[in-house]
């Protein structure tokens, strides 16, 4: 599984779903309180963690990020 980042404190991961996101958040040690739900679920980096966890993500476009989400949520709605 790869970690995304915006570089600007969004976290996704590809493959993208849910349960990967909370995977992913578990792996990096970020607690749940950092989940975002909602149109576009996602974590938020921690500001104290940035540079640390951003080392270990591919950076891309927020732009990218959200068409990764809107992909993967047009799949589970079919």
């Not at 958040?25 to 739900?37: S, T």
């Not at 927020?62 to 989400?69: P, T, W």
Request: proline share 4%; net charge positive; glycine share 2%.
């Amino acid at each position: 599984m790869k970690y995304l980042t915006d570089g600007k404190r969004h976290l996704i991961c590809d493959p993208y779903s849910i349960d990967n996101l909370h995977r992913m958040a578990d792996d990096l040690e970020i607690k749940r309180c950092w989940y975002h739900v909602g149109k576009f679920p996602h974590y938020d980096i921690p500001k104290r963690r940035l540079e640390e966890i951003s080392s270990k993500c591919e950076i891309v476009s927020s732009k990218e990020i959200v068409k990764i989400i809107k992909k993967s949520m047009d799949q589970f709605s079919k």
